[in-house]
């Protein structure tokens, strides 16, 4: 069974500039989640995704993050401008989705390593 | 509030000592809690959850309802265990929340 795509795997931008993430989940797996996890830090949730609907977004700094699940499958993050403090590894993650038998896990991906110079 | 609190950011053992890496909670509903683990290089992975009550590579946790905790336990740590542990929550929403994590450390 195919794992959690994330691309790209590092991105180096200067302040100011914007960029974007990629991931595409297991197959079938209605819930989405992106994750930003500082250096020393647990992974902080910032969106989640049941199909191409939001189920919560309150940590996601929406002055600058968005993200989007338009057709309830791949998943974009895109941050514009970009600072400093955003240096972080964002991880991507599913599971199955709300209500569904064995609903528990979540596989996550290996992660986009964001360096903001 | 829902929270997750690793108290321990490294814990430190000899090979074949016991390791207890410690977790308290937060969370006003009935929850779900499973400990994550990621070692080098690796991805995230799920290491066990606590409705299956099961022992995964000799690792065991029991949720404490009344001390709401949900510490990891191991009886002789191994060379191989060393890696970054977190403890997560998952609400009824399915909302998902993660410890600061612990780092542990077997030395041989």
């Known amino acids: 069974e195919a794992g959690v795509a994330q691309s790209p795997r590092y991105k180096i931008i200067e302040k100011r500039q914007s960029v974007a993430f990629w991931c595409n989940p297991i197959?079938?797996?209605?819930?989405l989640y992106w994750y930003q996890q500082i250096l020393g830090q647990g992974p902080k949730l910032l969106i989640q995704?049941?199909?191409?609907?939001?189920?919560?977004d309150s940590q996601l700094p929406k002055d600058r993050f968005s993200a989007e699940r338009l057709k309830g499958v791949d998943s974009t993050l895109k941050i514009q401008p970009a600072k400093l403090e955003d240096s972080a590894v964002y991880l991507c993650?599913?599971?199955?989705?709300?209500?569904?038998?064995?609903?528990?896990?979540?596989?996550f991906g290996q992660g986009t390593r964001l360096t903001v110079v | 509030a829902q929270r997750v609190t690793q108290p321990e950011k490294l814990l430190s053992v000899f090979k074949g000592a016991p390791v207890e890496l410690k977790c308290n909670y937060s969370?006003?509903?009935?929850?779900?809690l499973f400990w994550y683990v990621q070692y080098s290089r690796q991805r995230l992975q799920l290491l066990l959850r606590?409705?299956s009550r099961e022992s995964i590579k000799g690792f065991t946790a029991d949720l404490n309802k009344g001390e709401t905790s949900f510490h990891l336990k191991k009886p002789f740590a191994q060379e191989e265990d060393s890696a970054m542990y977190y403890c997560?929550?998952?609400?009824?929403?399915?909302?998902?929340?993660f410890g600061s994590g612990t780092r542990l450390s077997i030395r041989p």
């Open positions: 993650a599913s599971s199955l989705g709300l209500g569904a038998a064995g609903d528990t896990e979540a596989f």
């Open positions: 197959s079938g797996h209605a819930t």
């Open positions: 995704f049941q199909n191409n609907g939001v189920v919560d």
């Open positions: 969370y006003s509903g009935s929850p779900e």
């Open positions: 606590h409705i």
């Open positions: 997560v929550l998952r609400s009824s929403a399915s909302k998902i929340i």
